[in-house]
């Protein structure tokens, strides 16, 4: 299924919640309300240069992150862990040092984190 993941607040949405304004042909992000901002993704695929660039924003090295959902059945991490991050890689694995000791990536717009301020 395709999603649509916004360039400006990286909230991904199924492709059905994009709203399309059919006066100026410009999608909006719901989330944010910007328009124009939405990229159309398929499972696997790379981010775009503007997201990559969005995601190291929010992502810096040393940045505190809780996990939010995990993709990988094989990983030990739970919701609600943390873990502090290292970098981002060109396909968008967000690269993670977390407390129980595992070095798992965290894939862009399949797994969930979130920043503790
Ligand atoms: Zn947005």
């Known amino acids: 299924m395709t999603k649509v993941c916004c360039e400006n607040c990286m909230v991904v949405f199924s ?8 006066a100026d042909k410009t999608e909006y ?3 944010c309300g910007e328009g124009g901002c939405l990229v159309r ?8 240069p503007k997201q990559l660039e969005r995601l190291r924003d929010i992502y810096r090295n040393g940045t505190m992150v ?22 981002v890689d060109d396909a968008g694995g967000i690269h993670t040092a977390w407390r129980n000791g595992e070095n798992l990536a ?9 920043v503790i301020s």
């Open 29 to 31: 992000c719901p989330e």
């Open 41 to 48: 993704i398929k499972a696997g695929a790379f981010p775009t």
């Open 66 to 87: 809780r996990l939010v959902a995990m993709s990988d059945p094989y990983s030990k991490l739970k919701p609600g862990d943390r873990g502090v991050i290292k970098f």
């Open 15 to 22: 492709e059905q919640k994009a709203v399309w304004d059919g």
């Open 106 to 114: 965290a894939i862009w717009c399949v797994d969930r984190l979130e």
